[in-house]
């Protein structure tokens, strides 16, 4: 298998640093092609996606991401790499999934909720502009019935495939703005319901994305699998992530039909780079869900039995309780290894 990684800025080179370790534990023949992204890069080369590492992406079996740290402010010629990587290789599916804390972390089955973002579109697609001397920014926010039918079904065969494993009816939950957005959300709304209505197996109902949002803070366990378009996944997302331990803790699968990138959801996290204590676990859960896609299931449930021991007992890093730091939480889940 090769890996092509990709660490970018921030702690997404130390948590990616020991990624590659107990990848390399759990797969000692994997080929790595290690690769730059991100605002380091761009400072250096004046890009921040080179067309090297495009190619190293394209050549991979998987691809294994850290975090990038674009700025707030417009920079001529930069553009957020992730987001360039998740349309360049057509990584239509991001998927977000929480396990509840109070649960360990054992099998991909046993995730609590899973939220299924569209993510090469909506108000992602990068299509902004000024008018009236720079009085007036637009964004487009593009819907396509296209993007809304692929990640339907993708929301709907994963929450078939939950429903299998844990012996019990599956539930889609479609989040969207159809009263106010009539168009863009209306059509991605009537897109989702067609499309769920081919599962007659699901029980499929609709939420409002600001009701959504209340619910999923006040009641997750009422959750299965959530499809929605890319702002509303990444913001519904990382409110879920509370529910499993913060930012720390959650790792994504950004899917497509022939490449996947997997990433922790945290970012750059300037305010601890440097420290030594950035939890390492959304990186290994990454790595977990990168072996389980290509089909290592039995090295994904290693992974995760070593994590959920480190977690159960220490060492844990402070956002989640502990005084660990980095390096000793990867000792602990590699001597568990
Ligand atoms: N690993 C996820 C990550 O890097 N999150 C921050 C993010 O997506 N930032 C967008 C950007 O900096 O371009």
Known sequence: MRVCVIPGDGIG??????AV?????????VELLFAEAGWDTFQRHGVALPATTLAAARAADAILFGAVASPSHPVPGYRSPIVQLRRDLDLYANIRPTQLRRQPPDGAAQYSFVVVRENTEGLYAGRERVEDDGATAIAERVITRHASARISRAACDLAR?????????????????????RVSDGLFRETALRVAAE???LEVEEL?????????????????????TNLFGDILSDIACIHGGGLGMAASANL???????????GAAPDIVGRGIANPMAALESVAMLLEWRSFTGEAERLRSAMAAVLLVGPRTPDIGGDAGTAAVADAVIERL
């Open 13 to 18: 080179v130390e948590v990616l640093a020991v």
């Open 21 to 29: 370790r107990v990848l390399q534990i759990l797969r000692p023949g």
């Open 161 to 181: 495939q939950r429903a299998t494993t844990l012996g019990r009816r599956g539930r889609l939950t479609i989040v969207h703005k159809a009263n106010v957005l």
């Open 199 to 201: 599962y007659p197996e």
């Open 208 to 228: 409002l994305v600001d009701v959504a949002a209340m619910r999923v803070a006040e009641t997750p366990t009422r959750f299965d699998v959530i499809v929605t």
């Open 256 to 266: 497509g039909d022939a490449h996947g990138l997997f990433e922790p959801v945290h």
